[in-house]
């Protein structure tokens, strides 16, 4: 007997140095995370990145002309944008891809009016949304366009007329809007409106651990389940846009056009407490469109919804028995 309880007591001090080792690695892999922006800050519209603590901020993309609506690659190592580089003086916008180092700036498509990138999980390909000249000659929504990562093979997705594509955790969905949120498979075919309701939607971000999606609903931020049920609005104040959510799912960054009259600010907010920070910018520049990554990535597994620490707590336990 006192050998079973000797070797519950050694299981159990294993564990719970293992728990508070996890737990510390967690938070310092948290302090290192970073956001991707668009900001002013030297003058012109460029991305920059900066670690979530507002320390060791740099600028990625210099040029005279503007680039903004920054997303990470999967491993950290490239930033995908919207820029009108390829024609400064005509509102024409191409996706761009760049080293995160701001080396190697590369056009990866030629529409007229591409924008709003994101990534595969496995990082192998790009959606976006593009845009048409009907024969009226106005601008209307061409759709929803996947490419290889190095603008190669692109589709136009059947069914999905809309905008702004978010990419599903687990690479087999994509939502995108038109006024009401919508689904439909990587590969294109069997769309499926989530959403019914009077409040006009933009710019979905899928949540790290499937779960949730988040959205600017009539310039605030809300979040949905990811089968469309129970909405919930995060911020009260108007003028809240842009969200992207942290790699622990637990919080959104996005950025805000009320909250001070002066410029525009990233704040963030908890999901569960619908607590509001703001990020520790330079309050004299206006800065907006945050892309959240850790290069590294967190123990989260795709759409299991599970911290893999626990598989590793249960491995753990069980080579002790």
Known sequence: MSYNVSRFLTVALVISLFIQTMLAENGYAFRRTKIAFTSRHDGNIDIYVMNIDGKNRRRVTVSPAR?????????????????????????HTQIWVIDA???????????????NPDWSPDGT????????????HHLAPGGITVMDADGKD?????????????WSPDGKRIVYTNGQLYVIDAEGGNPKRLTKDFVHKRLPSWSPDGRSIAFDGNSMIWVVDSDGDNPRQLTKSASNTHPTWSPDSELIAFHSFGRDP???????????DVAVDALPLDPDYSNVDPDWHYPAGLSVSPEGNLITMWGRLKSLASSLR
């Open 67 to 91: 680039d903004w609506l920054p997303a990470w690659s999967p491993d950290g190592k490239k930033i995908a944008f919207v820029s009108n580089r390829n024609n400064v003086d005509v509102d």
């Open 154 to 166: 692109k589709r136009l997705l059947k069914d999905a007329r809309g905008l702004h594509p978010s």
């Open 125 to 136: 390909k790009i959606v976006y949304d593009t845009v048409r000249v009907p024969e009226d």
């Open 101 to 115: 180092d701001g080396k190697n700036p590369i056009r990866l498509t030629d529409g007229l009016v591409d924008s």
């Open 262 to 272: 002066g410029y525009i600010a990233i704040y963030t907010v908890d999901v569960t």
